[in-house]
């Protein structure tokens, strides 16, 4: 018997290990507890000359409530986090009481941990008598546990959740119509939570500042709801969804739903976490920002519901009445004139001047953001020459621009001032241009140099000149720079601009941005899986910027890994639009050299792995033609050269597919023949390279195939021989390593 099974704990206070007065904090409370008649686990008393991860699963396996003393110390600490976490596992609103957080030091709650209540003990700090009531009023087993009397006033009720893209815009001015309007749109016409409001959309002109309103609002009413999350609502290229809206909320929904975040369908995850927000019993609504919709089919999937209000930024119109629209315009001149003057900071500018500007980029958020930003950081120059720049600019504007001209003119200058500042910063933005716009990560441009354009190739070597060059297009307003991920976002307009920019050598560039993309991604295992998650974003926007007659072996290669990646994480309808366009590279490669046998085993390879998704499916029909065309391509390559074992492999990988798939469509006939064709193969390669162990498990698995049917068949004779000779080789492999898991698994 452990030392808790004679008298279960109440308590299990919890705190960061090495810091002393968490300790000390830990020590009084603990004091306090057991003078009050509780049974208390505290990690000095009770962990001595003993296991801590046993001692402190022991204790929370209890059943015992557990008290965060909540520092700074406690948030950075991953044992800590493992602690409150395990309270809230089959609770995660905490409606029982089993998380009970004491702030003691200076801290802002983090994660899920903002959705829950906590006393604040920093106003009390040396005064006992408040800190045993506020100590008894919290551990109290009641629903009503915000104390009473004096210890009330430590109660702190729970903050908001906010998406780090929500924020407030210092620039911000005006739009007070336009905030009235989205609220009121918001707002539910009674208290009943029931009741359903519609979705509000802002629309307006690129570059008019929407989503900087979206962005606003959230951020002044995040009080009024239990959590503000951003979601990038692009419609996926191949139209398979909407690959932002699915990781956006799978993301939020772990919090809430432990193993979320693992689960293979993330669009099935992405709808469990929509209707635990809708569903789960929150106090307040919860506001998704869904942000550059792009295909009003958007509402066919995703609607509000429960306590969940939605809104959405987008150029399109023409809703209808399912959804309250919200127009945004050109800033009115009094106020671009008056933001012109307080955001261009040190320059002396009159309201002259300011006008001129304004009249010169027609009053566009956008423009007029990059105007002040040059004017405030540009000190030698004079509204004038500014003025002179952005009409040759103008002028210089491509034909058929679908966006304001004025954003193409400021982006050119600023684009020219960073360069002047830090020469390849220019570069550095046109090549981010071809990636997603929102949250791009430094290592796409820390690759091999000889990956980048001559403009970029001498900076992405030098750390010193690459924050150089990010420091002055972020000072810019060119981007934003977040360095707590080291990403950064950029206006999709100002892509736009910057692709524009480039004429007939954009699809140099294009190709460029996949060639560091494919450097950067990572061969696919759990341990790399958030560098993959980081970077698929980016490889989707690749791949609608180059032209399939322009793509790359290579690029095909980045397509099947990004594939191989999903097909752990995601649904098997997102990985298939990655492995088809894949195949249709390595299809063109070949018919442009049908002579060149690496390009036909990489379409045999992509024509597979369709086949595998399609057979995962259950479209066996689909899966066996999928089969077919690599099989009769792996005859050829093993034809023509007949000591090539790889090329033997494969078709013997050709053959054991097609078996699969006759087998599970009944045909037990012909999936024999197809299993016997692989094991043909399989015993020429093993016999050949006996110490081959890859060659040796591959027969012993045609043998068990070749089992499995005939025992189906009900030819148990010698489907009991099949399967000793698998055994066989098995045991062989075992024996010579026994601390293979895979080999020990097989036997």
């Not at 951003?230 to 809430?256: F, I, Q």
Request: charged letters at 25%.
């Amino acid at each position: 018997m452990n030392q808790f099974e004679a008298k279960p704990p109440d308590f299990f206070v919890s705190r960061a290990g090495a810091h002393p007065a968490d300790v000390a904090m830990a020590a009084r409370i603990g004091k306090i507890l057991v003078d009050a008649g509780h049974e208390v686990v505290l990690q000095q008393w009770d962990f001595a000359n003993r296991n801590f991860m046993e001692r402190m699963n022991t204790a929370l396996a209890s059943g015992a409530r557990v008290i965060a003393i909540l520092t700074p110390q406690y948030l950075d600490s991953d044992y800590c986090e493992a602690e409150w976490q395990h309270a809230l596992h089959d609770d995660p609103l905490n409606r029982q009481g089993r998380l009970i957080v004491l702030r003691c030091a200076p801290c802002e709650p983090a994660g899920l941990l903002r959705n829950i209540a906590f006393w604040d003990l920093l106003e009390i700090e040396g005064d006992d008598r408040m800190l045993v009531e506020i100590v008894n009023d919290a551990v109290k087993p009641d629903a009503e546990r915000r104390g009473s009397g004096s210890a009330a006033a430590a109660w702190r009720e729970p903050r908001p959740i906010v998406h780090h893209s929500i924020r407030h815009t210092s620039s911000f001015t005006g739009r007070e119509d336009e905030l009235a309007a989205i609220d009121q749109a918001l707002q539910s016409p009674d208290t009943d939570a029931a009741v359903i409001t519609q979705p509000a959309a802002v629309t307006g002109l690129g570059g008019i500042g929407k989503s900087t309103l979206a962005r606003e609002y959230a951020w002044q009413n995040r009080d009024n709801y239990t959590g503000v999350w951003w979601l990038s609502a692009e419609r996926a290229t191949d139209g398979a969804g909407w690959p932002g809206v699915v990781d956006g909320l799978v993301a939020l929904g772990d919090n809430y739903i432990n193993g979320l975040a693992q689960a293979r369908d993330r669009p099935r995850a992405a709808a469990h976490a929509f209707a635990f927000l809708a569903r789960g019993g929150f106090d307040k609504p919860w506001l998704l920002v869904f942000d550059n919709v792009d295909d009003a089919r958007i509402l066919q999937h995703w609607q509000p519901d429960g306590q969940v209000k939605m809104l959405f930024t987008s150029r399109l119109t023409g809703w209808g009445p399912a959804v309250a629209p919200v127009e945004v315009r050109q800033w009115p001149m009094p106020e671009a004139i008056d933001y012109l003057l307080s955001e261009a900071g040190p320059a002396e500018l009159t309201e002259a001047d300011a006008k001129a500007v304004a009249e010169d980029l027609g009053c566009l958020p956008l423009a007029l953001s990059h105007a002040a930003a040059y004017l405030r950081d540009n000190r030698t120059a004079t509204v004038q020459s500014y003025r002179d720049a952005i009409a040759v600019h103008l002028s210089e504007v491509p034909p058929g621009v679908d966006y304001g001209r004025a954003v193409y003119a400021t982006f050119m200058e600023q684009a020219a001032q960073a360069e002047a500042r830090a020469p390849g910063a220019k570069a550095l933005l046109t090549l981010a241009a071809f990636y997603a716009p929102d949250e791009i990560p430094e290592e796409l441009f820390t690759q091999g140099p000889q990956l980048y354009p001559a403009g970029l190739a001498n900076i992405v070597a030098d750390r010193l000149q690459l924050e150089k060059a990010l420091g002055a297009l972020d000072k810019l307003s060119l981007i934003e720079f977040k360095p707590d991920t080291r990403t950064f976002t950029v206006h999709r307009l100002v892509q736009t601009a910057a692709r524009d920019a480039l004429g007939s050598d954009e699809p140099e560039w294009a190709l460029s941005a996949g060639a560091a993309i494919h450097a950067a991604f990572p061969a696919p295992t759990f341990e790399t899986w958030s560098q993959c998650e980081r970077l698929v974003p980016h490889v989707r926007s690749i791949v609608t910027h180059i032209p399939l007659e322009e793509r790359t072996s290579q690029l095909g290669w980045l397509l099947g890994t990004v594939g191989i990646y999903l097909a752990d994480r995601t649904s098997l309808n997102d990985v298939l639009p990655f492995y088809q366009a894949a195949h249709d590279i390595f299809k063109r490669l070949v018919e442009a050299d049908p002579g060149n046998a690496g390009w036909q085993r990489d379409l045999s390879v992509s024509q597979i792995k369709i086949g595998e998704v399609l057979s995962a499916q259950g479209n066996l029909t689909d899966a066996l033609d999928a089969y077919k065309a690599p099989m009769e391509t792996a005859k050829r390559l093993a034809e023509a050269d007949p000591g090539n074992a790889g090329w033997q492999r494969d078709l013997s990988v050709s053959q054991e597919k097609i078996g699969d798939v006759l087998s599970a469509q009944g045909n037990l006939t012909d999936a024999l023949d197809a299993y016997k064709a692989s094991l043909e193969i399989r015993k020429r390669l093993a016999e050949a390279d006996p110490g081959n162990a890859g060659w040796q498990r591959d027969l012993s698995v045609s043998q068990e195939k070749i089992g499995n049917v005939l025992s189906a068949q009900g030819n148990l004779t010698d489907a009991l021989d099949a399967y000793k000779a698998s055994l066989e080789i098995a045991e062989r492999l075992a024996e010579a390593d026994p601390g293979n898991a895979g080999w020990q698994r097989d036997l």
